[in-house]
C-alpha cells in the first residue's frame, strides 16, 4: 500500500460546528503533515507528528488541533473555524528525517468550506 | 530561511515538445534535496523527480530531467515529449538535510508555474 489517504473529500461546515479530518498511510512512515492550501498557492506547512509526538506547529490557531492516535493515523480537528479557513487540507507522510529518500507522499486532500 | 523563487507563472507547450520550467533557490547550506511536484486539477500532489545536493549527476525520470547547477543555485525541469497529462501545477521545493537546524526535514515551496499542454 503506498497510498496516503483521507476523509471526507468534501466538507462544509458552519463557524460553530466541530468537525474533523482523517488522514491514513500504511506505508511504515513516521513523519506524518499537515497542509492548508489556497487555491493557485503553494502548500503552507500547519503540523509535523514525528513518531507520533508533535514536532513542529507553524503558529496555526488553536481553533485547528493535531492529534496522533497511532503511527498510521493523523487527525485535524477543527472548532469554531471562520471563513478564510476554506482550503484545500493536506496530509501527507514521510520517513523520518535523517533517512535517505524520504521523500513526503501526499494524500488527495479534504476541501473545507467554512460558511 | 531558504527561499524558492519560481519565475514563470504559467507556461504552454505543444504536445509532443519539450517545456523547461525554471527554478531557483537561496540557501547557505550545503546538504539539502529538491523536489519537483506536480499538482493536475485533480489536486493530488505527485512526486516528479527528486535531487540529491551532493550528486553532480542530473536526476532523470523517463521524460522528466533536471539541470542542477549548485553553484547558480538553479534547478530546472525538463519535459521532452510532452503530453496532455503532463497539464498540472508544477511546484519546485526545498528540504534542509543539515541536522539541529530549525528547518530540518521541512519543504519550502515556490510559488509554482501553470503548465498548459495543446493538443
Known amino acids: 500500500d503506498t497510498e496516503v489517504t483521507q476523509t471526507p473529500k468534501h466538507l462544509v461546515m458552519g463557524m460553530t460546528n466541530k468537525k474533523s479530518l482523517k488522514c491514513e498511510q500504511h506505508?511504515?512512515?513516521?513523519?506524518m503533515y499537515w497542509y492548508k492550501q489556497k487555491a493557485k498557492k503553494p502548500p503552507e506547512l500547519m503540523f509535523v507528528?514525528?513518531?507520533?509526538?508533535?514536532?513542529i506547529n507553524e503558529s496555526v490557531p488553536s481553533r485547528f488541533s493535531p492529534e496522533c492516535p497511532n503511527s498510521s493515523l493523523l487527525n485535524l480537528h477543527l472548532h469554531a473555524l471562520q471563513p478564510e479557513d476554506s482550503a484545500l487540507y493536506l496530509c501527507?507522510?514521510?520517513?523520518?528525517?535523517?533517512?535517505?529518500?524520504?521523500?513526503?507522499?501526499f494524500g488527495p486532500g479534504t476541501r473545507l468550506t467554512v460558511l | 530561511a531558504q527561499t524558492v523563487t519560481q519565475s514563470q507563472p504559467e507556461m504552454s507547450v505543444q504536445e509532443a515538445e519539450t517545456v523547461t520550467l525554471s527554478c531557483t533557490y537561496d540557501?547557505?547550506?550545503?546538504?539539502?534535496?529538491l523536489f519537483w511536484y506536480k499538482q493536475p486539477p485533480s489536486r493530488q500532489m505527485i512526486l516528479v523527480i527528486r535531487?540529491?545536493?551532493?550528486?553532480?549527476q542530473n536526476a532523470t525520470e523517463n521524460r522528466f530531467s533536471v539541470n542542477f547547477q549548485k553553484a547558480a543555485k538553479s534547478f530546472s525541469l525538463k519535459i521532452s515529449d510532452s503530453q496532455l497529462g503532463d497539464a498540472a501545477m508544477y511546484f519546485c521545493?526545498?528540504?534542509?538535510?543539515?541536522?539541529?537546524?530549525?528547518?530540518?526535514?521541512?519543504?519550502?515551496f515556490g510559488q509554482g508555474t501553470i503548465l498548459t499542454v495543446h493538443p
Open positions: 535531487q540529491e545536493a551532493y550528486k553532480q
Open positions: 506505508m511504515g512512515h513516521r513523519a
Open positions: 521545493a526545498y528540504r534542509s538535510e543539515e541536522a539541529g537546524g530549525t528547518s530540518y526535514g521541512k519543504l519550502t
Open positions: 540557501t547557505s547550506e550545503s546538504d539539502y534535496y
Open positions: 507528528y514525528s513518531y507520533e509526538k508533535l514536532s
Open positions: 501527507a507522510s514521510s520517513l523520518p528525517e535523517g533517512v535517505a529518500y524520504n521523500e513526503q507522499f
